[in-house]
């Protein structure tokens, strides 16, 4: 396909991405990461997983993912705890200020009550009171054994807020996986909680859930496929996760910074990842690399027009 | 400025750029870096300049660019010599044709006669009929000694195809300065063509044009500013070229994906620009850290329905 | 201080280090690095904790975390799961053999039975052969309930390589906390031993460990400090473990090639981390830009010089 | 071969780089490029071209440079203009001091009257002072038109201190091109300096002087070979100087942190410009991805210990 030059206008965000996919180098990407994704959402019966890492939430990411949950194009979520934990305090209120990270001082910050990401800060009183609303939440679960997806659907079932991504998971049955859920302020939470009462997270039942689950879609004929932003934990979380029933994923697209020559499985090729089985020949694969805050919207609002 | 959720719909992309403005990260500063190019644009008087560096029309941004140069948004491109070599050869018919860069071999390509740039082809073909054609034009030029800006214009002038860069920016009295002309295929033509007549380049010419501009801009209060794309000897060109006449950029926006802490001019931020005197207390700066191909023909989009 | 004109010739790692500390950008840190390290290792009491991620194993860094394990320098790992997963399944006889990533072919790789990292690959035969060692190990394990430290200290104590990690790591009373134990092969083999037996990992347990040390370590008056290689959750537990005692590490260095311009936890600086009581005003912080295959044999070369 | 685990302990710098090659990822990369160096200093006959860019200079990089060339490991250099200017300021004196950019205000260093480059920042008076020193050399050389070359050698026979590259390139009839000389406080002095006489630069010649000195080492059987640290210009000059006589590099060497996605020539793999013929498939090629400062004092130091 010859490339064809981008005709800058008046144009719908679609309009852009259909032209991005006949330019080159991470225009073309978000291009063709954007069909990748139709294909995905088109596909009757596969299971959709999205991964999350990088301050989404912060960064006023929440719409899109919850925009995805609703419209049924995400079935599984796994995610870093922290994400999770700006979900939860930011539908008990937490806001996030833009600054400019040139400009300030981060002992000031510090002294002034405010907690930095990037270019943005939010209070340390929020959280304080995100806390106070997590015990209480925390309180109301029964004693036992969970798996943090079935931990993350009590939460959620129990949250008010509809523009919370754990309440609207709940509500339409999306699994929210956090495979290293104590590495988080969410995590600390529980574990003082768990210090009165029996009640514990194993997180080797998300495992079962996951890997069981691929056996099942196997005997089903039934494909996976995800939409991975960043890497970290939930990129290695999701691509092991078909190892075990010997699954390749059919579609995986990834937007990320990272880059493959330092070895770390975060900025990993998607190319590598056939030769683990963790996709195939006839795998749809598609790493961006872009900042997630500025393709993922993107690409979202570009279904929204698809769909 | 609370960071406000991104709201993913169908929406066209100002409107994806006016939300991205209140998100965090580089979403936010695609909108910032807009935000300043519209003011840049709206100063009457102010003289602006266009950076670029990178395959930019080989990755199907040439129309980005004729289309600022028609609108009047720019006065002056300072470019790699390569980016205005690919421009001539498709003004003479050279193709881009995308390819899989995980799936093709270099010696093979070599082989069958093609150049690569990450994920497009282009034909050695072509590149030839582009020789052919250039010598044609040199041909045509009466000798002396001629300043990269001048010598692109008397090219410019004898370009057919409506769709060339140099062509429309001679059209528009756009100047275009290469600072390093000889560094490219268009250079060696020049080389080439030169042995036997009495033609030459004197890139000081561009440094009194630009010094002198400076100066005049300043007694007459006029404001310079400048987009760049990537870093290189385009962007040091343009800073630099306000230290003579001590008058900082008014306006200054870069799109690199390069980074400060490995101490290159590429990736330095615009803040240390402060203490060179490129810009000042007064300039508005930023620096979006993404893909050109993907930050700038939205930027362009959104200008578009801005004017 | 001055620049001071680095000055090749034949010279040890620690005179080269020396010499890193008085130029610029990443060599300086480097230097900086080192030294903040000495001081760390002087300081008698200080907890001293390791993070580990990126695929060190692989790229045959073992021995400069065992020799630092011997020497006293790390009291405590945090690591994902991929580094120990692949310590054990060194220690049973996995060998990591070069490739030249330009020119293999996944699916070929897939075929031939080998799982690729970027420029080394292994064999899935020494990976069966370390799943049915491993199982071994876990029907020796008590059942119960393990926080993953004593679990990886039960392990470690029935390997007998005395060049594993794991192993060493027991022999010396050294922690391994792995915050997200099933997102690894190794985590995968305990979920299936589970299956039959009444064990499991309770990471909680883990937090508990270290919140209670740095309450103990606050009224004792002794110190924290980290040597943190790559990121993710590895760097967010060693630095989210200090908030709740509120006590700042002492020390904290970072090797990455991540950036801070994109808003993720990994990337971020280790100022930032000043805004969030992680590190305060006392502490002596560096990060380095640097692929840590390359910065962390130099600096514990360099350390073993000194002491 | 077999990944071996690096052994830390008190080592040469040449150990350091020996067991290095063993390893992965750029650990690996930089024993591979230090041993393809070798043999291109062995190659006799081999005409050897070092590319600079990025801020070397001020990074305290002259000694190494300064110190290939006496060994003889250099016939040529190809330049950006800023190192070039940083040379002679500091052969008159410029100092550069290490700050700590997280700690200072670019506005406030601008009214001290310093000039940043990331970490370390040098007196205005100090270039000012090589300004008048410069054009005092100027004064002294013959009207006429010049290569970049004849008039860096020019200006070197008249350096007097024996630290700057500029005088021992010249002392040593290594030839230095420029090929973006304006782009540089240097180029802005040549350019008042020019208003007053009839001297100037044409670069063609330095374009001449390459492309004829590659007919001749094709007629002689002779190699080329190339160490690029950096990218941008001068890494695109070196490639493509080969072009015209069709007569690959022998040994390539590049250290960048640049990479190859976003589509620029400085990240380009030295795989895609086989498909150029800048190198080809008896080319002995390396790309490190690490800080210069890093990688090359490590690179000059173990050639060091091999000559």
Redesign the interface.
Known sequence: ??????????????D?VR??K???????K?GEATDILEQMIKDKGCVKILGL???LV???????II?MIKNKWIDIIVS?G?NMTHDLAKSFGE????IE??KID??D??KKG????????SSTKTMEMMEKNVQKIFKEIKEG?YSTHELMNEIGKKIENK?SIVRIAADNNVKIIV???????L??Q??MH?QDRSI?????K???YL?KLNFDLKEENRNTGTLIL????PK??IL?SV??ADKPHRYAVQIT??????????G??L???????KV??KSKICCV???????F??I??A???RF
């Open positions: 396909m010859n490339v064809k030059d981008f005709q800058p206008k008046k144009q719908t965000v679609n852009l032209q991005m006949f330019t080159a180098f991470n225009a073309r978000i890492s990088g301050a912060p960064a006023g990411m929440s719409s899109c925009d870093t922290a806001k996030f200020e833009q990270p040139e981060d002992l910050l510090r405010f907690d930095r990401i990037y270019d943005v800060v054994e523009n495979p290293a859920l104590m590495d988080s302020i995590g600390i529980f574990w768990s514990r997270v194993n997180e080797a998300d495992l079962d890997i960043g890497g970290g934990v290695n979380f092991q190892l075990v910074t990272e880059r493959p020559e330092f070895g770390g499985l975060s990993a090729t190319e590598e990842a056939k030769s683990w089985g195939d020949e690399y872009c900042d997630a805050t500025v393709a919207p993107i979202v609002s279904l929204k027009e």
